[in-house]
């Protein structure tokens, strides 16, 4: 099983990226998935998360109403749109499997190998 995370890059304060979660040995239509985010330093912390079976989505408080996560038709990519960017979003983005509820999320299962964002002038 791998996780493929992608589309990081560097990007100018207040621009956007959009990030893919694509996976190989399973399919994420099935499993609840989440992108986590370590900057160096610092720990490793939840951002966003989707559930496979009722859509609900969390969303930790300093990316609401700037981040979004959804899923292609076949629920097969989780993508994270990232707008308004900022220097302190900075950090390698990560995908994996996960536990997912309104207010909280966490890793459980598998992950993917992280894409780096870099927001910078």
């Known amino acids: 099983v791998q996780l493929q995370a992608s589309g990081g890059g560097l990007v100018q304060p207040g621009g956007s990226l959009r990030l893919s979660c694509t996976a190989s040995?399973?399919?994420?239509?099935?499993?609840?998935v989440g992108w986590f985010r370590q900057a160096p330093g610092k720990e490793r912390e939840g951002v966003s998360c989707?559930?496979?079976?009722?859509?609900?989505?969390y969303y930790e408080d300093s990316v609401k109403g700037r981040f979004t996560i959804s899923r292609d038709k076949a629920k097969s990519t989780v993508f994270l749109q990232m707008n308004d960017l900022k220097p302190d979003d900075s950090a390698v983005y990560y995908c994996?499997?996960?536990?997912?509820?309104?207010?909280?999320?966490?890793?459980?299962?598998?992950w993917g190998q992280g894409t780096q964002v870099t927001v910078s002038s």
């Open positions: 994996a499997t996960a536990f997912c509820t309104f207010n909280g999320m966490g890793p459980r299962g598998y």
């Open positions: 989707s559930s496979y079976s009722d859509g609900t989505t």
């Open positions: 040995g399973l399919s994420l239509a099935y499993y609840n």
